[in-house]
């Protein structure tokens, strides 16, 4: 736990050591943001609720170009919690050049549902965009980091053990594209590789309603290639949200 502290405290310092301006935010400004929001209730013969919400913050600080984000989803059937996931996270990217770029990140996420109280992952490494256009974008990361993962007490006991760690191979894939003036498809693939695989994908189209004003539909699938007993590989989730840029 010490080491996983230590390596998350040095990773969240990194970005905050520069001072300013490339074109990782539009225009004059040093910092922009995303905030999302969708909902869904259901009252009578059958009382369902559903939450989800998202702020992703980008930052230019010189030969840095930092992301921030913090996400919810929250969903209730009958007064029964079936879904219940919060993830932060924070990433520094220092620009080499127009293209490569060192990156360093830590996430934190909490997801009661995988049998995990919390799970914290910690890499860095080497990213290069292929594209990077007015229209369309594709970069790619790849390095090296480490995952800890703490069981609830439950499981703990089943297993006979309260905790997962591994070094692991961290690899992103990010693609975007506009679709016209006033719509974006975007799909990203990230991948955990080590003891066993943690992916997540995400498809997603955004198209613009009035002004900063959109609505993105996405499709986000889990995958762990080992997960504990009685519970599935694989987590779908399916989000029809308000989004706002700013």
Do not use: C
């Not at 007490?153 to 006979?160: N, T, Y």
């Amino acid at each position: 736990m010490k080491k996983l502290l230590l390596t998350a405290a040095i990773t969240l310092a990194m970005p905050f050591a520069a001072h300013a301006g490339s074109e990782f935010v539009e225009g004059d400004a040093t910092l922009a943001g995303e905030a999302e929001l969708g909902a869904t209730l259901t009252t009578g013969n059958t009382d369902t609720s559903s939450f989800k919400a998202r702020l992703a913050l980008k930052q230019e600080l010189g030969d840095w170009e930092n992301q921030y984000i913090a996400e919810g989803l929250y969903k209730e059937d009958t007064e029964e919690v079936t879904a219940k996931r919060y993830f932060f996270g924070v990433q520094g990217d220092y620009q080499i050049d127009d293209l490569s770029y060192l990156f360093a990140n830590t996430n934190y996420e909490v997801d009661p549902f995988t049998g995990y109280d919390f799970t914290s992952t910690t890499s860095a490494g080497y990213g290069y965009r292929f594209i990077d256009t007015d229209r369309m974008s594709l970069k790619a990361e790849a390095g090296p980091g480490y995952i800890y993962q703490q069981l609830d007490d439950e499981l703990a006991v089943s297993e006979g053990y309260d905790s997962d760690d591994s070094v692991v191979v961290h690899a992103v894939v990010d693609f975007q594209t506009k679709l016209g003036e006033s719509s974006k498809f975007q799909q990203k693939f990230v991948a955990d590789w080590g003891e066993k695989l943690d992916a997540r994908s995400e498809t997603s189209l955004t198209a613009n309603i009035v002004g900063a004003l959109a609505m993105k539909f996405a499709v986000i699938v889990r995958y762990n290639s080992d997960p504990l007993d009685g519970k599935e590989s694989t987590d779908t989730e399916t989000n029809m949200t308000l989004l706002y840029a700013f």
